[in-house]
């Protein structure tokens, strides 16, 4: 799923308390463990149900501190195996804010956020604006925005791509 910050992402929630971490998440996600195992365990510890009924567009709201705990990569990939196309939560955890910018994962800091969705409400994120909006109430809560350098690594499709654009720029000419 690619993503542009001019885009407006809508989709069903699923909504998640405080404190939901890595192991939750990618459970035994050790280096190298196959995402395909990890796609039938996420979530599970607090939704069993998750893995089965998760669908491509689902978006995940969050208490706060989502994705703390000892960090492993597998936990933001599996998350967009699954399908959803973006988390936004009261706070995040730092390396996994930071994993989800390096590939362009959808990941937003959105103070009051878990006050205005319930389970299976429908969320409209529009970046550009600055807003959450769910869309059965109307009720809206702001997006905290990124750095110009972070946009500009969503902008690019990650990190490897930034880097990949950076070089042919620099080197080409050689």
């Known amino acids: 799923m690619s993503f542009s910050l001019n885009s407006i992402i809508c989709g069903r929630v699923w909504k998640f308390g405080d404190s939901i971490d890595t192991d939750i998440i990618a459970p035994g996600g050790e280096r190298g463990e196959l995402l395909d195992r990890l796609r039938e365990t996420t979530m599970t510890a607090v939704r069993p149900e998750f893995p089965e009924h998760v669908k491509s567009g689902d978006i995940i709201v969050a208490g706060k501190n989502f994705g703390c705990g000892s960090h492993r990569e597998q936990a933001n990939l599996i998350l967009q195996k699954v399908g959803v196309q973006a988390v936004i939560a009261e706070s995040m955890a730092r390396l996994f804010f930071r994993v989800s910018i390096s590939i362009a994962f959808p990941t937003f800091v959105a103070p009051g956020i878990t006050k205005i969705v319930k389970d299976g409400d429908t969320l409209e994120i529009n970046y550009a604006s600055g807003e959450v909006t769910n869309i059965a109430t109307g009720a809206t809560v702001n997006i ?31």
């Open 144 to 174: 905290k925005k990124f750095t110009p350098s972070v946009e500009r690594i969503f902008n690019a499709g990650g990190m490897i791509s930034l880097l990949k654009e950076r070089y042919m720029k620099e080197f080409s000419h050689s």
